[in-house]
Protein backbone atom coordinates (compact mmCIF):
# COMPACT_ATOMS: atom_id res chain seq x y z
CA UNK A 1 0.00 0.00 0.00
CA UNK A 2 2.92 2.21 0.71
CA UNK A 3 4.36 1.40 -2.35
CA UNK A 4 1.91 2.02 -4.73
CA UNK A 5 1.43 5.59 -2.55
CA UNK A 6 4.79 6.54 -3.08
CA UNK A 7 4.37 5.50 -6.90
CA UNK A 8 1.63 7.99 -7.62
CA UNK A 9 3.26 10.85 -5.87
CA UNK A 10 6.06 9.95 -7.83
CA UNK A 11 3.61 10.00 -11.14
CA UNK A 12 2.15 13.30 -9.89
CA UNK A 13 5.28 15.15 -9.15
CA UNK A 14 6.89 14.09 -12.61
CA UNK A 15 3.76 15.37 -14.13
CA UNK A 16 3.80 18.35 -12.13
CA UNK A 17 7.66 18.34 -13.32
CA UNK A 18 6.31 18.31 -17.06
CA UNK A 19 4.01 20.79 -16.62
CA UNK A 20 6.47 23.25 -15.24
CA UNK A 21 8.81 22.38 -17.99
CA UNK A 22 6.30 22.98 -20.69
CA UNK A 23 5.10 26.32 -18.61
CA UNK A 24 8.96 27.61 -18.56
CA UNK A 25 9.48 26.49 -22.53
CA UNK A 26 6.48 28.69 -22.97
CA UNK A 27 7.67 31.89 -21.02
CA UNK A 28 11.36 31.31 -23.10
CA UNK A 29 9.29 31.33 -26.35
CA UNK A 30 7.74 34.35 -25.41
CA UNK A 31 10.86 36.12 -24.40
CA UNK A 32 12.76 35.21 -27.37
CA UNK A 33 9.48 36.37 -29.18
CA UNK A 34 9.77 39.65 -27.42
CA UNK A 35 13.47 39.90 -28.34
CA UNK A 36 12.76 39.77 -31.72
CA UNK A 37 9.97 41.95 -31.77
CA UNK A 38 12.28 44.58 -30.17
CA UNK A 39 14.70 44.34 -32.64
CA UNK A 40 12.43 44.37 -35.47
CA UNK A 41 11.12 47.27 -33.80
CA UNK A 42 14.74 49.18 -33.38
CA UNK A 43 15.14 48.57 -37.10
CA UNK A 44 11.71 50.33 -38.21
CA UNK A 45 13.10 52.79 -36.05
CA UNK A 46 16.09 53.34 -37.81
CA UNK A 47 14.35 53.22 -41.37
CA UNK A 48 11.67 56.10 -39.84
CA UNK A 49 14.53 57.54 -38.89
CA UNK A 50 17.02 57.98 -42.03
CA UNK A 51 13.07 58.19 -44.09
CA UNK A 52 12.65 61.22 -42.07
CA UNK A 53 16.40 62.40 -42.77
CA UNK A 54 15.57 61.73 -46.58
CA UNK A 55 12.53 63.81 -46.91
CA UNK A 56 14.08 66.86 -44.47
CA UNK A 57 16.34 66.68 -47.37
CA UNK A 58 13.94 66.69 -50.23
CA UNK A 59 11.93 69.74 -48.55
CA UNK A 60 15.44 71.91 -47.87
CA UNK A 61 16.18 71.32 -51.38
CA UNK A 62 12.42 72.51 -52.73
CA UNK A 63 12.51 75.54 -50.18
CA UNK A 64 15.91 76.55 -52.22
CA UNK A 65 14.73 76.39 -55.32
CA UNK A 66 11.82 77.90 -54.62
CA UNK A 67 13.74 80.92 -53.17
CA UNK A 68 15.43 81.50 -55.74
CA UNK A 69 13.04 81.87 -58.37
CA UNK A 70 12.80 85.23 -59.09
CA UNK A 71 9.28 87.30 -59.52
CA UNK A 72 8.61 89.02 -62.72
CA UNK A 73 9.74 92.41 -63.01
CA UNK A 74 7.00 94.56 -62.91
CA UNK A 75 7.04 96.17 -66.33
CA UNK A 76 6.10 92.42 -67.30
CA UNK A 77 3.66 92.28 -65.48
CA UNK A 78 0.07 92.15 -67.59
CA UNK A 79 -2.97 93.08 -65.85
CA UNK A 80 -5.91 91.27 -67.80
CA UNK A 81 -8.75 92.74 -66.60
CA UNK A 82 -8.75 95.57 -68.96
CA UNK A 83 -8.60 93.21 -71.77
CA UNK A 84 -11.77 91.81 -70.65
CA UNK A 85 -14.76 92.43 -72.59
CA UNK A 86 -17.83 93.78 -70.54
CA UNK A 87 -20.68 91.42 -71.03
CA UNK A 88 -24.19 93.21 -70.80
CA UNK A 89 -26.15 91.48 -68.11
CA UNK A 90 -29.36 91.01 -70.41
CA UNK A 91 -30.98 88.75 -67.52
CA UNK A 92 -31.51 91.12 -64.52
CA UNK A 93 -32.50 93.88 -68.02
CA UNK A 94 -36.24 95.78 -66.67
Not at 31 to 56: P, T, W, Y
Amino acid sequence: MLNAAASRLEHHLASLNRSAQLALDCVAASIADNAQLQSDVEAIGGRLEIQKNRLQSRKDTIEAFIRDILPPVRHDIVDPLPAIDNVADLEHEE
